[in-house]
């Protein structure tokens, strides 16, 4: 139970870096991009990128519920 309330934590940040990349590419503010970036590792960031259409997808089955 634990070890998913974790994965659902790790989840959950995903998607908002997720949505603030997804804003921030949307209306380009390269300070604050660099700033939410400097926050992740590159491994984290590495292992982000191939989940981002995943998370997205994930987001709008529940927005759409």
């Given amino acids: 139970k634990v ?12 998607i908002k870096l997720c949505v603030s990349l997804c804003y921030l590419w949307m209306k380009p ?5 660099l700033r939410l ?3 992740y590792t590159l491994d984290q960031f590495s292992e ?6 995943k998370a997205l997808q994930i987001v ?6």
Wanted: net charge neutral; proline share 3%.
């Fill in 29 to 33: 503010d390269r300070i604050k991009l």
């Fill in 3 to 14: 070890a998913s309330e974790a994965s659902i934590d790790r989840l959950q940040s995903l």
């Fill in 37 to 39: 970036l400097s926050c």
């Fill in 48 to 53: 982000f990128i191939p989940f981002c259409g």
């Fill in 60 to 65: 709008l089955i529940v927005w759409n519920g």
